[in-house]
């Protein structure tokens, strides 16, 4: 057989069935006596909600609007509640794709006066993108920007408009109310005149086009017959296989209204969008809403209680809230409502979508927010390390032992990427004053060659982050902040270097520099291994190759054991990586992730920006009122800090201990049974043979307990460090 | 996936009015992304500026790839609100496929760049 | 006849007077509930609410109806475990349908430091009468059949804190329940009347001026959702409040029942069902201040995205219709309440992106503090002298969503 002697079959609830080229899914039901919703008035232009049908998987699809394809699977039963199978879960792509334009004149629909619009804009010399529903571009939206979108049959087009949006969309024709208007075979003029076109048989037609004759449509499931009203007042029965309805049209302004007002463009209506028609009157019988099913009676027990606002009408009785948006009712429900009240309400507010698609198709373009990825990455993900989301980044949570690498870095050595902390350069001749103004710290007391521990605090005085000033010359500083913080640290600086106009230059180098801690008491030897002679001071830092690789090395410590940081060129990092784990093999070296960070520091009091801090943690709160010097002239937050200074302390960040396992991170603290506060950091410590934490401790009459109660369990007020407090280790 | 490269380049902080004065070079790329900043890419290696406080600092971090103008079309199209400027060759950067990029866009192909943390992503992004 | 047709509340209005003992700027759930409870708790009903435009036309008819209890601090979590509480209670004592239904609340976990925060949260919820428990996998599973574990292979499920309570309610039915309610025992609400300034003698407020006259009154109470800071100016206040859009949009019907609310805080995205079987969504406020009730495209896409990852099946369902409110947000992410400093004006606000669960309580405490001038011990850590005094109450458990 040839392919054009080949019946086109789609499958209509488990059958076959033949269809025309060219038909819509709707014309090739229609032809096969199916009757998607089973009734209501078809008008075969995407308005109306009566030839919902469930077609490939989506249910309450406009049948009309969808052409129909071999092969497609239409079930007329989404309203019977049947129960679909449970979806699978694996991932699911975007059903279709999304491309964006950008044009001066968007036309959207192509009738008469929109393609006169359109050719009017092009011979303007403007670039013109038209939309048409009958062409497969259903405008779904019209959004600030201006974004115009519409799923197209390529797939979603956003077209960012520049000059001006002409809305020309037509008219939708009335539907009748009256009893009996969910009947099937009733039908729109328009309707009727397409399926005539396609060569149906509408069969004995009776045509309505006087609202205020219609009394009635009859008949089972089907229409056959209509009451109408004679010139006497009668009733006349007409018998049919059809009712054509005929009652004329309302604007089809739904874009119009939801695009009105935008800043940026012009919007304008033409055509019979643009008319004015006054609402047709409101019978008193008949379902009004066919997608929430409200009928007359409904809006008039409503009004009756007290609903008269077209809002509320809407709200209360639910007309306008299904598929079609209010397409169908809403001329009928605005009449209803001037009739009792006196007044024309104007339209309610008219939101996206115009045409309801898919969450699928809404998708397409999305993505996911990114997690950021070391240069060292790939080095973890090839060791098998347990990767985890932190601070915006991918790093190792650990290399499958957190106890193994916490014990190297007590009592070998142990390396760290580190590589996601913020970093920056800052260079100019007012570098001093910028950093003295923003950080509470004498940064005039920094000497070249020493790095300063740092808090940084906002206007309100509270805690923004912490990290580390280390001066490079009289006009050159690098600052480090947090890994989680280094965005908004940028903007920070930059904005208040623009704000009090200082000469700087500005270099964000947090993703150019990878970063390695090397920490550990034998990091001095693993360093000489790797050629570095001399290695700086505590807090001090030196440019030298480490491994025949340039870096900044900087002397602090978050482990609490002797470390160097290595800032180096992000295409350096894997190779130092190897090098120092190799050298370091007979050291008994192996690489520490976040795990067994988080116990090391906390053993060592040292706080975690966010993690142990809140909104309003102030220096003096978190025992840091060291870092704040308040015999400055003005820094950021200062006035703040004097300001709270003044109230009595209210809560205090400190140090506990218990015995046994630590209680999980956020339990309260009682003090003779009442709250007292909660833990921000637990852990065991493998060292000290005990649990150590952080907590904020309320305070009473100005005093902080000394003990409180966990879980049942006593704890005990420590000061911090719990490990080698004079920080001999460190120092080494 | 298209391979990504790496293309390590120079990067000029300084004063706006100094960056303006920069002879730019024919076989160099340079990229102004900042009214205080500039990117130079490929030989000549970038003339030296006469700002003792100007940050100059060879930078390794960002990768990507040359793309056709057609692969380079469909792709922006596909994942980029903002219309890229007409004149060729240019520098444009902002948010693509949700990532940010750094375009040179040359008549007959567009070169991408991102920061290495975006590498992976990109690499995803652009099949 | 469909079944979710408002049946039983009746409205009625009244000419406004020139005098009332109150009045109520705001007919949003906070001025109306304020309305409610000073009638049937302290007999004042020489009342007025101004609503400029239509009762429940903010953010109360707005939002995205959760209601939980499950903050970050011990004031928060009691404070809003009286409003779940109110709300359990309200059919009955309205004897009106407000359509509310728990269904308990899954927080997602995706990585260690998630399950951190969720660990955390569940433990300070379950000590203040919230009841929250840490679950596994296997168990959201069970609750959720149709999440994709491995969220879309990015975003792989650890675990949940599980919070009983809670629970949604029909946002305009709740706003209704009280307007009927107050209007019932003698209060006036009005509608289309727009306050545009405060009468205040000395440093007391003596009434309103509205665009349909002057308006006299004992007590003022502010309760105006995102306009806060322009209604708060008139009173010479400057408020710590920023106005950022939310949005959120609605599929239509999924034919199985979703039971519990899930929300994840990694892909910023939170999902129910209506009672009407819609699928109603939800994200995180717009970075950017705004007062513009216009949705965008980007949101939708995004949170679609998002959405489709988690869930799989929504894919299949149609987005109907998407909005947007102004959220009244305060810095430290807890509500303000209470007096101002300004005699005989009161306020509510701070309500941000979760004010519709606090409906009840914040109308209950704030008529008590009408009534009898004193502060009540429920919300006396939310008062506006909080930032100057620094006792803010910084809530990371709130946290910007729902
Ligand atoms: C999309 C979205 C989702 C949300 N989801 C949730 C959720 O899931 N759970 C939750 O608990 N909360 C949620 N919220 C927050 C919640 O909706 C609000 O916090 C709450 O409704 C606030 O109520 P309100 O009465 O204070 O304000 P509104 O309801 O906004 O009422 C204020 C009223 O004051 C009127 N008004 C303003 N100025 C004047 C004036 N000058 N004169 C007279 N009247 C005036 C306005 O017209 C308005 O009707 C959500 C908010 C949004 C926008």
Redesign the interface.
Known sequence: MTESSQPLKLIIDGQPVPFVKGDSVLVAMLRNQHHPTGGGCLCLGGDCPHCLATIDGVAYVRTCQVPARPGCVVACTHHAHAVPALPQTHHVEPTT??????ADVVVIGQGKSGLAAAELARTAGQTVVTLDAAQGQDVIGIYPGAQVVARTTQGML?V?VRQEIIVATGAAELHPVALGNSLAGLMTARAAQQLQAAGLSLGRIVVINDANRLVRFEGESNVTAVVVRDDQGLEQHVGCDTAVIDLGTTPRNMLHRMAAGLPGVRVSVVGDAATNSDVPNCPAHGLVCHCSQVGVADLQSVWDRGFHELELVKRASLAGTGTCQGGVCLPYVRSFLANKGGTLQPAFTARPLARPITMGEVAA?G????T????L?GVHRAAHAHMERAGG?WRPWNYGDWQAEYWAVREAVSIMDVSTLGKM?I???DALTLLDRLYPTKVSTIKTGMSRYVLLLDEKGYVLDDGLISKISD??YTLTFTSGGATTAELWVRDWAESWGL?????N?T???GAINVTGPLAKELLARAGLEKPPEFLSHVEAHVAGIPCRIFRLSFTGELSYELHH????APVLWRTLLDLGKSLNIRPHGLEALLKLRLEKGHIIVGQDTDFDSTPRRIHHEWAVKLDKPDFVGKHAVLRTNKVSLDKILCGLSMEGPPPIEGANLTVDGNYAGYVTSATWSPILGKTVMLAWLKLSNDLAPDRVMIDGRPAQRTETPFYDKEGARAKA | MPKLD?F?LT?I???PALLDGIQTSTTAIVMRTAP??LFWLGSPAAPVIND????I?????FVGTWLSTQAATAWV???????LPTTRPVFAQGEV???PVKLWIEPRRMLVLV???????LGE?LQ | MNEFIEQRVSLTWQQPKKSYDVVIIGGGGHGLAAAYYLATRHGITNVAVLERSYIGGGNSGRNTTIIRSNYGIPEAVRFYQRSVDLYATLEAETDRWVMHKEKGMIGLAHSEANMRVEKARAAVNTAFGAKTDWIGPDEVKKMCPELDMTGGGHYPVVGAAYHHSGATARHDRVVWAFAEGAMKRGAHVHQRIEVTGLQIAGNRVTGVQTTQGDIAAGAVLCAVGGHVTSVAAMAGLRLPIRTHQLQAFVTNHYERTFAPILSSGPLLFYVSQTARGEMLMGAEIDRQPSYSYRSDY?FLQGCAFRAVTLLPFLRNLQVLRQWTGVCDMSPDYSPIMGQTGVEGFYITTGWGTWGFKAIPASGEQLAAAISTGKTPDLIAPFSLDRFALDRTMADRGSAGTH
């Open positions: 794709n999304a491309r964006h334009q950008h956003i960012h373009g993505h996911h927010h990114v950021l990825r070391t240069p990455d980044w350069l260079s100019g001749p006009t050159r000469n700087v230059r500005i270099l180098q993703m150019s520099l060129a992000a295409v350096n | 790496r390590p990067r902080v300084s004063t205080d900043e003792p406080h100007a940050i600092e060879h930078d390794t971090s199209s596909a994942n980029c609100e903002w219309q496929a949700g990532l920061q290495q943390p975006f590498a992976a992503d992004r | 980007k």
